[in-house]
């Protein structure tokens, strides 16, 4: 019996998943949420004491076990190659430039990145191969170490996880082994390479660039900030004209500015940046890097429907990760369905990879083929048993079974409170999709500005954003689409914005979910009992986190956030925790 563990093994979101003998996907996590360290960056995604409890878990003593991982083989060799020649010495690595290059990233920036890229893959299966002895004692087996280029997994867990059995993907990153993009097809699911770009040109790198102007941090991941505040912008001229220095599309292709013309617009950039900037975010420029980024999308996807045209487009790549963009894909282009994964970025091609081990040793599986998106909800539980130790000393904690803490929580809601909502398993992927959420009442119009002074504690142009049931969609969004990732951005109807400001960005969209008791019963059945209450199937939905951290991993955690947050009610599971005793059921107190 075999079973493949895939491993993403970028500098930053590393990750794993677990694939068993069916193809099944049997579990797949951030290593962030288990070391509590916001997107875990040089972190081995396989530390020996995580696999031997997965391991335990999840693999019978006696299996086999392959471990894949998501940059390929000649990208390996090449590494060697640099190592070996002192390339990625510390002292060579500090002899490189700090200013930018044509890669948009600065050039010793660029060499030290792909240096621990090597260290990544160097290390990759070291702490699985532990963790199997201590799991199984021998028992079981290490059946070898595959790799894969870096954009075929993303493609292959973006196409093979898709509703789709045939689909165009565009895979838009960062780097991969050979540039920063490429176009798959899927046909009757099997997968093929259609293009792929070379060269260090990268629209990844150039948002991230965008956000380091506008005075945040890429390498701490902000460039969801920059999605953020766009809309409180405007569209500056001559901002717009000195971005569009650093790229042109000409024949519909995208090429860079040269080094040299990258540096001087930088420095005219930097010289127009307003002083508070650093302290408040440069919305003009978020607005016209948002822009910029968009024609760069234009003109990749142009080339991908040119390629490879057809009905269903899959978007994959931690550029896939712009919602704002990806509301407007199928407007801009003629696919009529649109699939992103709810973990597009690196985390994402953990999945990929194993799926590609295990299609290797069944060359007649194609992909799940059950006409299901792949579900996001494939990581870690919470363990309860915290909670009912603390029930004989906390009186305001009470087990109500599943339909009374849905009750419960509708109800503190619909009264305006803040509610902590752990269910099940995991979300993967970096978005909250119901399941380890801080939910709100979307209809007071501070309910934003109370959410962030209590708990969240970010900045307050970054909206939060609606679950809906997937049924009210059509009635509150134009040209509503199924988004059941939070991935995408739909404008509101007008007629019904003031009813939920919360959840309304400055520009009249909303990052939606799709909620259906199909995908998520419980977080469903909760919007229902809402909606009974108010009128409104709509719920404020944000990650159950502080700023800076990564999503609770455990039942401890979010006590601790319970205790020390303005949240008002925290339910796990059928537990329901409140501050206030007058909001549990009867206005009772006790176990």
């Known amino acids: 019996m075999r079973f493949y563990l895939g491993l993403a093994t970028t500098f930053h979101d590393p990750a ?123 028992a079981s087996r290490l059946a070898g170490l595959r790799r894969y280029p870096h954009h075929l997994t993303h493609a292959a867990y973006g196409l093979w996880g898709s509703p789709f059995r045939d689909a165009t993907c565009l895979v838009v990153d960062g780097m991969g082994e050979t540039g920063a993009s490429a176009i798959y097809r899927m046909t009757a699911g099997r997968l093929a390479e259609v293009k792929r770009h070379r060269g260090r040109d990268s629209v990844g790198f150039f948002f991230g660039l965008v956000t380091d102007l506008a005075g945040f941090d890429q390498a701490k991941g902000e460039e969801w900030k920059i999605m953020g505040l766009a809309p409180y912008g405007r569209a500056d001229p001559a901002l717009m004209g000195l971005l569009r220095r650093l790229y042109r599309i000409e024949d519909g292709r995208l090429r860079f500015a040269p080094a040299e013309t990258v540096r001087a617009t930088v420095a005219e950039i930097l010289a127009m940046r307003p002083a508070d900037a650093i302290e408040t975010g440069w919305a003009d420029l978020a607005r016209c890097g948002q822009d910029a980024f968009g024609e760069m999308m234009d003109a990749l996807l142009g080339q991908a429907e040119a390629l490879a045209p057809g009905e269903n487009l899959v978007l994959t790549g931690g550029c896939a990760l712009n919602s704002s963009y990806n509301g407007r894909a199928l407007a801009r282009s003629g696919y009529r369905a649109l699939h992103v994964p709810s973990a597009p970025a690196d985390d994402g091609n953990a999945v990929g990879a194993a799926w590609l081990a295990f299609a290797e040793d069944h060359p007649d599986w194609t992909g799940p083929g059950d006409g299901a998106a792949l579900t996001p909800y494939l990581g870690s539980t919470v363990s309860t048993e915290p909670l009912a130790r603390m029930a004989g000393s906390e009186p305001r904690l009470r087990q109500l079974g599943r339909a009374g803490v849905t009750e419960a929580a509708a109800a503190i809601l619909a009264a305006g409170g803040l509610v902590g909502w752990v269910q099940g398993r995991a979300e993967f992927g970096p978005r909250a999709l119901g399941n380890r959420s801080i939910l709100a009442d979307p209809r007071p119009a501070d309910a934003k500005a109370i959410l962030n002074a209590k708990v969240k504690y970010r900045e307050a142009f970054r909206p939060f954003a609606p679950s809906i049931l997937a049924e009210a969609g059509p009635a509150w969004f134009e040209d509503y689409q199924d988004s059941p990732y939070m991935e995408r951005t739909l404008v509101w109807r007008e007629a019904v914005r003031g009813r939920v400001p919360a959840v309304v960005h400055e520009d009249g969209t909303g990052r939606l979910q799709s909620v259906t008791r199909a995908r998520n019963p419980a977080y469903a059945a909760l919007i229902e009992a809402f909606a009974a209450r108010t009128g409104v199937p709509i719920l404020l939905n944000t990650s159950f986190n502080v700023m800076g951290k990564p999503i609770l991993h455990t039942a401890e955690d979010a006590i601790l956030m319970f205790y020390t947050t303005g949240l008002d009610a925290l339910v796990v599971e059928d537990w329901l925790l409140v501050k206030d005793p007058a909001a549990l059921p009867g206005g009772e107190t006790g176990a």
């Open 16 to 138: 794993l998943a677990l694939v068993g003998p069916d193809g099944r996907i049997l579990f797949a996590e951030a290593t962030e949420r288990y070391l509590q360290y916001k997107r875990a960056p040089n972190c081995e995604p396989d530390s020996a004491p995580r696999m031997a409890e997965l391991l335990a878990r999840y693999l019978p003593a006696g299996a086999e076990l392959v471990v894949a991982t998501s940059w390929g083989p000649d990208f390996s060799a090449f590494l060697a190659q640099s190592a070996a020649a002192g390339a990625f010495g510390l002292d060579a690595l500090a002899a490189h430039s700090p200013e930018l290059n044509r890669s948009l990233v600065p050039e010793r920036a660029e060499r030290t990145f792909i240096a621990q890229l090597g260290l990544a893959q160097a290390r990759a299966g070291y702490g699985t191969l532990l963790g199997l002895d201590r799991a199984h004692g021998g």
